[in-house]
Every structure is written in structure tokens, then in C-alpha cells.
């Protein structure tokens, strides 16, 4: 039979066989090789999605993990997370040191679109090392442009995708790789547009679709995660094409584990299952 020709338009479908692996780490490996990932978010009420990134992060073999959040929301954090370096800031200038120390961002899991939140993103965006951008990140973004480090990774849903196109919801979704591809160009990052079959577009036009998952998924929470995995992987070394790619992936896979289980499924409960599957795909030791 002959060949069925595929548009070149076409997202390649991500499978485990053509996803980048981390390498296995050395015997005398130590946490300074693994990167730092500082998330940044957390406003009054959304504590627990700074958490929700960092824990991840963590889990996905960051080598260190700090989050710059509210002060209210510190002992909660520590309690919760003792391995994770907790900072209490009430303005830019304070989040200037921790900014120097980090090798990777994660800016957004409840950052909110106040003042606090407007003042924190003003203080990373012109940080020189890669960034993911979630959730009220990128509703700022939308509002007032500012610049993306080289090798970022944006991470919106089709309303946040919307308004950072000045289109409708319905406009993306009714054509989401061209919104994806648009995206990716206009910032100079790794797009990734999350829903059902989540695209992966780099500014050059490459786009790539995760059509794993399930239904249990839609939920609070999981884009907290995701951008924690993405974190994660930058840290350790991958590009933001490569992150994205697997990051997805090993997000979506978890999903379907752990929602054989049913209704109910709270974004904590991935964070384990991803740790399994990343030693899976990438056993931590050869």
C-alpha cells in the first residue's frame, strides 16, 4: 500500500521513544550539578501553588528548590515542604539575591494580579536564566508586555492563550496549532497550550501534541504541577523544547494512573507518579 503523506502542519505525536532523556547520574553526583528552581508566587489565599510547583520540582530531581512567596504562608510551607528553602518577600528588591542564586524560574502558580504580584514579575523578568510562566504570569503578560529569557517555557490554558492573542477562547480553540505556533513566536518561547491534546510549538515552528491523559484531570491544581516538572527538567539541563516535551508528557501519563482511581483526583496525587515514570524513562542511576 502506499505511504499516506502527512501535512507538514501536522503535530508529531509525543510517544516515549522520541522523548529526550536526563542522563543517569554519576556516583559521587552532588545537588550543586542539579540546578536551583526558585518559584515564585503564592499570594494571599494561593499559597498552596507555589507549594504545588515546588513539590514537584522536588520530586522531579531539582537539586535545590526554594519558593518566594507571602510571609503568611512561610510556617505552612516548611511544615509542609522542610526541603524546600522558603522565603517570605513583600517586594521586588527582595526577591533581587534569590533571583542571583537560582539557575531556573517558575513564575505564576498564584501570583495573583495585584500589586505584589505585578512587582514581582517586574523583578524577574529581565533575569537572564530560562523561566516558565504560568497561570497569572502570564495574565500580567497579557496586559503589559515585558521580555522572555532566552530557552522559556510559557504554559497557558485557551483563556489565558486568548487574551495573550488578543482573541476569543473559541478563536484558539477552533484552530489551537495555529494559537500555538502564534504564541510561541510572538514571545521567543516554548509554548505550551494546555487542554485536551496539548500542543508543544517552539518559535521556529516545530509543534509537537500529547494525546495522553484523562478526564479526572480537570481539576485545581495540575498546571501548578506541570510547570513544576518543566522546572525541574530545565534545571537539570534540557532545552526548553526537550522539558516541555517530556514534562508534558510524564504529566499527562501520571493523569491516567492515577485516574483509573476515579473522580476526585487532587494534584498532589500526580506528583509521586510522575517521580515514577521520569526513573522509567530515565533511570536516575545507569
Not at 502564534?182 to 494546555?194: D, I, Q, S, W
Not at 481539576?219 to 526537550?242: H, N
Request: glycine share 12%; hydrophobic share 45%.
Amino acid at each position: 500500500m502506499p505511504q499516506t503523506k502527512h501535512p507538514a502542519n501536522e503535530p508529531q505525536t509525543l510517544t516515549s521513544v522520541i522523548l529526550a532523556p536526563l542522563s543517569p547520574r554519576p556516583a559521587d553526583a552532588h545537588k550543586g550539578q542539579f540546578g536551583h528552581v526558585l518559584v515564585v508566587g503564592g499570594d494571599r489565599g494561593t499559597g498552596g501553588a507555589a507549594l504545588l510547583a515546588s513539590e514537584a520540582a522536588l520530586c522531579c530531581g531539582a537539586g535545590l528548590v526554594s519558593v518566594a512567596t507571602r510571609s503568611e504562608h512561610v510556617a505552612a510551607a516548611v511544615a509542609r515542604l522542610p526541603e524546600v528553602m522558603c522565603l517570605g518577600v513583600h517586594s521586588a528588591n527582595q526577591l533581587m539575591a534569590p533571583v542571583e542564586r537560582a539557575s531556573v524560574l517558575v513564575v505564576g502558580p498564584g501570583l495573583g494580579q495585584a500589586a505584589w504580584g505585578r512587582s514581582l514579575l517586574s523583578a524577574v523578568a529581565n533575569a537572564p536564566m530560562p523561566q516558565v510562566w504560568d497561570a497569572d504570569a502570564l495574565n500580567l503578560l497579557a496586559r503589559s508586555p515585558l521580555p522572555l529569557a532566552k530557552g522559556s517555557v510559557i504554559t497557558p490554558h485557551p483563556g489565558e492563550a486568548a487574551r495573550l492573542l488578543g482573541l476569543s477562547t473559541e478563536a484558539v480553540q477552533v484552530d489551537r496549532p495555529s494559537a500555538a505556533r502564534k504564541l510561541a513566536r510572538k514571545y521567543g518561547a516554548v509554548c505550551v497550550l494546555k487542554g485536551a491534546g496539548t500542543l508543544i510549538a517552539d518559535p521556529h515552528g516545530q509543534l509537537a501534541q500529547c494525546l495522553r491523559g484523562h478526564p479526572a484531570m480537570a481539576g485545581a491544581g495540575l498546571g501548578d504541577v506541570l510547570s513544576g516538572v518543566l522546572g525541574a527538567l530545565l534545571a537539570q539541563g534540557m532545552t526548553a523544547w526537550e522539558a516541555a516535551c517530556l514534562g508534558v508528557w510524564l504529566h499527562a501519563c501520571a493523569g491516567e494512573r492515577q485516574g483509573l482511581l476515579g473522580r476526585g483526583l487532587a494534584a498532589s496525587d500526580l506528583i509521586p507518579a510522575i517521580r515514577q515514570l521520569l526513573e522509567e524513562h530515565s533511570a536516575c542511576q545507569a
